[in-house]
């Protein structure tokens, strides 16, 4: 059975709001736990709680100390190297698009190329137009498959 779907809105009820912050204060607990232990990394937490006045930290407070101190003796470059804003992001995907639209567009070149040899081989002319650039096109796709098939 599915969860029922999750309202996030605050929470008006200050008793239901402190239950709902505990429970999942717990669950944010086990996940940094499992996380460490799956994946064996350094992990902490420092959760300041509205409800009381001295924040909580996970696993210990020299555990913390020990994560925030290997943090802090990574250099710079270390500390930032994977991280991206959002235009070297969108810089990145955009040459991806751009790398695979360009291997689409030849696939497709290569393909319109082949039909139009096999086409005028068997005869079939029909319906095949050509422009001054895909005739170009055509006897070098002509003259490298002849290449690749006979070796």
Same mark, same amino acid.
């Given at each position: 059975? $599915? ?9 008006? +009820? ?16 086990? *996940?940094? +736990?499992?996380?460490?232990?799956? !994946?064996?990394? +350094?992990? !902490?937490?420092?959760?300041? +709680? ?12 020299? $555990?913390?100390?020990?994560?925030? *101190?290997?943090? @802090?003796?990574?250099? @710079?470059?270390?500390?930032? !190297? ?15 698009? *751009? ?15 082949? @039909?139009?040899?096999? $086409? ?5 002319? @029909? ?9 170009? $096109?055509? !006897? ?12």
């Amino acid at each position: 059975m $599915g969860k029922k779907k999750l309202n996030l809105a605050y929470i008006s +009820d200050g008793t239901v709001r402190k239950a709902s912050f505990k429970h999942r204060k717990k669950g944010l607990m086990k *996940k940094l +736990d499992q996380l460490k232990t799956i !994946c064996n990394v +350094d992990a !902490c937490a420092v959760i300041y +709680d509205p409800f009381n006045s001295n924040p909580e930290v996970w696993p210990s407070n020299s $555990g913390v100390v020990n994560v925030i *101190k290997k943090f @802090e003796m990574l250099t @710079e470059m270390e500390k930032t !190297c994977r991280s991206v804003n959002q235009e070297g992001f969108l810089s990145r995907e955009i040459a991806k698009v *751009k790398k695979k639209s360009q291997k689409l567009a030849q696939e497709n070149k290569e393909g319109y190329m082949r @039909e139009l040899m096999f $086409g005028f081989l068997g005869g079939n002319m @029909e319906g095949l137009c050509m422009q001054d650039n895909d005739r170009h $096109g055509l !006897c070098s796709y002509i003259d490298q498959y002849l290449i690749i098939t006979k070796t």
